[in-house]
Antibody, heavy 130, light 109 residues
């Protein structure tokens, strides 16, 4: 079955760039029925959607992070990545990657709208500290 | 941005009892785009319900969702020990961002 695995440094210094990669196994990232997303969970708090990407490279970002966020995809490696520059302690969180299921028929998928975050990675804890 | 408010913050019940969790949106949400998740400590969230009332693959039928407009409900008909967790609702609206509720903690009484 499809599995997602986050990788990247667990410790990032303030003002530096947080870089994470999610590797998808058991299925193709180029399947048009899905988006590929990053979500974070601040310590002891709830969930914040960061953004997601389609295999073609089209991105959808949370407006609160859009100015400093880049999500990219590498279909040859079946991976997608997150880059968040100029981090502060407020970016300390557990970062999850997830597959987003779209509403699709046998011939096409609905533009806009999603079923939900159907498959998640285990999460990776990132601490921003000097 | 659509704000989702979940209530209660904490719900204390015993195994075998029925749990009713509420999610209220700050503006109307298309039912097709309302989902519920379960998260146990140290684990990633798990999709339970999508489209307000459709169970995700592998989810037991004791979990059910209902509601429309601004008010949505997750019901667990008979609580099993593994159901004690934190539950989140999530919406995708006409415009971004996707948002989650703050969560309801379901604890053993």
């Amino acid at each position: 079955q499809v599995q997602l695995q986050e990788s990247g440094p667990g410790l990032v210094k303030p003002s530096q760039t947080l870089s994470l990669t999610c590797t998808v196994s058991g299925g193709s990232i180029s399947n048009g029925g899905f988006y590929w997303s990053w979500i974070r969970q601040l310590p002891g708090k709830g969930l914040e959607w960061i953004g997601y990407i389609y295999y073609s490279g089209i991105t959808y970002y949370n407006p609160s992070l859009k100015s400093r966020l880049t999500i990219s995809v590498d279909t040859s490696k079946n991976q997608f990545s997150l880059k968040l520059p100029s981090v502060t302690a407020a970016d300390t969180a557990v970062y999850f990657c997830a597959r987003v299921d779209r509403y699709c028929s046998s011939t096409s998928c609905k533009m806009g709208g999603i079923k939900g975050f159907a498959i998640w990675g285990q999460g990776t804890k990132v601490t921003v500290s000097s | 941005e659509i704000v989702l408010t979940q209530s209660p913050g904490t719900l204390s019940l015993s195994p075998g009892e029925r749990a009713t969790l509420s999610c209220r949106a700050s503006q109307s949400v298309n039912s097709s785009y309302l989902a519920w998740y379960q998260q146990t400590p140290g684990q990633a969230p798990r999709l339970l319900i999508f489209g307000a009332s459709s169970r995700a693959s592998g989810i037991p039928d004791r979990f059910s969702g209902s509601g429309s407009g601004t008010d949505f409900i997750l019901t667990i008909s008979r609580l099993e020990p593994e159901d004690f967790a934190v539950y989140y609702c999530q919406q995708y609206g006409n415009s971004l961002p996707i948002t989650f509720g703050q969560g309801t903690r379901l604890e053993i009484k």
